[in-house]
């Protein structure tokens, strides 16, 4: 599955740090806006630990992880939604997304300016979501008025009148898209299809200074404060400390400096397990001498489903799949032992694949 998360927010607010930490991909960081003109495209290795477990146990010639696609989308500003700064541009490429990653400056340096000139991270979260409503209005507008003519001979166009207007409404109260409340079947017929900015689930990312990046400062406390009815995930990470990880090519190496810190993980691991979270992603595993290999499914697909990701013919001729839980090949240690124990499931077109899940397919085409 090719997952595509957008990293947006004002420039200088340490977008471009942050991707090449993720991706370790040459974006332009630079104490200026506008460095990054073109939208730079990483792909990223999706941290597992599951993943390092299993290859001890099955010794295969290789490891191939899952990835996710990292877009660095320029600095919006004021105006972007009308074409400033290159705005509708760097609007089109988020659109392409299916999630935001919304970095806010929560760090003070007299060296890194910022395009207001002082560290508001409430007003500038409040700048993005005003240009990505505005456009969102705009083209709600447009399908109102299409459905407007449509409703007095189409009673579909007339049913999505009422939730499109009810949407706009909710927006022009700065309200964003991905709170409005519509049932799923309302979703999907009339919203969905939009593609709105603010209707693309949120991350936000606290960049922090060194200091701040385990407890946060008293930005990310106003911060935290004037999210709180979002419901969204909030992640403090300094871009400057994972720039310096990427360079580290010593996995213990790497470790040791994050303990130093107070850390358990990475804030670029952090960062993808939340994105597939809010996605509601799930891994699956292929294990065998030749590669153990995770696999990304939405969570809620069936095992035809979750074949068809390693090739469309797994899908067509599914005829059955043999599942051993994770925790069970760890404690066993091997595809024969399980077998053995009983621990090995033949599930068929109807099996819920779970995260996890160490999977076999049987097909014929």
């Not at 009422?162 to 991905?178: F, M, Q, Y």
């Not at 400062?217 to 969204?232: D, G, L, M, Y």
Request: proline fraction near 2%; include cysteine; aromatic fraction near 8%.
């Amino acid at each position: 599955m090719a997952l595509q998360a957008g990293i947006v927010g004002l420039p200088n607010v340490g977008k471009s740090t942050l991707f090449n930490a993720l991706s370790n991909a040459k974006a332009q960081a630079a104490n200026f806006p506008f460095c990054t003109i073109e939208p730079n495209v990483g792909v990223i290795t999706v941290p597992d630990e599951r993943l390092i477990v299993l290859e001890k146990l099955v010794l295969p010639h290789k490891v191939i992880p899952t990835t996710v696609e990292i877009v660095d989308i320029a600095g919006l500003v004021k105006g972007a939604s009308k074409g400033e700064g290159l705005g509708n541009q760097f609007l089109g490429n988020i659109r392409a997304t299916d999630a935001i990653i919304h970095v806010i400056r929560c760090f003070e340096d007299e060296n890194v300016i910022h395009v207001d000139g002082n560290i508001n991270p409430i007003r500038d979260k409040e700048i993005i979501d005003t240009e990505l409503q505005l456009k969102d209005l705009e083209t709600l507008d447009k399908r109102i008025s299409k459905a407007e003519k449509m409703s007095k001979s189409d009673k579909e166009a007339a049913n999505s009148l009422e939730i499109l207007k009810g949407l706009k409404s909710h927006i022009e109260k700065g309200e964003n898209a991905r709170s409005f409340e519509a049932s799923k079947t309302d979703w999907e017929k009339y919203i969905t299809e939009l593609f709105l900015l603010t209707a693309k689930p949120v991350i936000y990312v606290c960049n922090v200074d060194e200091k701040s990046v385990v407890t946060g400062n008293i930005h990310t406390e106003a911060f935290k404060k004037s999210v709180a009815q979002e419901n969204a995930e909030i992640l403090f990470i300094s871009a400057a400390i994972e720039s310096d990880i990427a360079q580290m090519e010593n996995y213990d190496d790497r470790q040791l400096f994050l303990e130093d810190m107070g850390l358990h993980e990475s804030g670029v691991a952090r960062l993808i397990k939340s994105t597939y979270k809010i996605l509601n992603l799930a891994t699956y595993f292929t294990a065998g001498v030749q590669e153990v290999r995770a696999w990304t499914i939405s969570q809620g697909m069936l095992a035809p489903q979750a074949a068809g990701v390693i090739h469309t013919d797994f899908e067509k001729g599914f005829i059955r799949a043999e599942v051993i839980k994770y925790d069970d090949f760890v404690k066993y240690g091997s595809e024969s032992a399980c077998r053995d124990a009983g621990k090995l499931a033949v599930q068929g077109k109807d099996y819920l694949v779970e995260d996890g899940d160490i999977m076999h397919f049987r097909f014929n085409v």
